[in-house]
């Protein structure tokens, strides 16, 4: 199995992948149990897009910020 991880952002905006290829390795068992586990998705978890002025983020629920999560309240509580 492959596993291929990517960050981006953070304060100095370096992006950073690394991959791990499980095959012969002793412990690829429980690498590629985490692997599976990870890529579950959350049950019953929202995703969000927040857009300001063409920029956009993609957030999971697990994911907000405080921040993230006021803004998203504040403007779904508002009336269409």
């Known amino acids: 199995m492959l ?3 990517s960050r981006s952002g953070g304060f100095t905006g370096v ?3 690394r991959k791990i290829d499980t095959s012969g ?3 690829a068992a429980e ?3 985490l692997a599976r586990r990870a890529l579950r998705p959350v049950a019953d978890g929202f995703h969000y ?3 300001i002025d063409g920029q956009a983020v ?3 629920e697990a ?3 405080g921040d993230q999560r006021a803004l998203i309240r ?3 509580d508002q009336r269409a």
Do not use: P
Request: proline letters at 0%; charged letters at 35%; a negative charge.
């Open 58 to 60: 993609d957030i999971d």
């Open 74 to 76: 504040a403007v779904l």
């Open 25 to 27: 390795r002793r412990d």
């Open 31 to 33: 690498w590629e149990g």
């Open 49 to 51: 897009r927040i857009t």
């Open 3 to 5: 596993i291929t991880v």
């Open 63 to 65: 994911g907000l910020t």
């Open 15 to 17: 992006d950073t992948t």
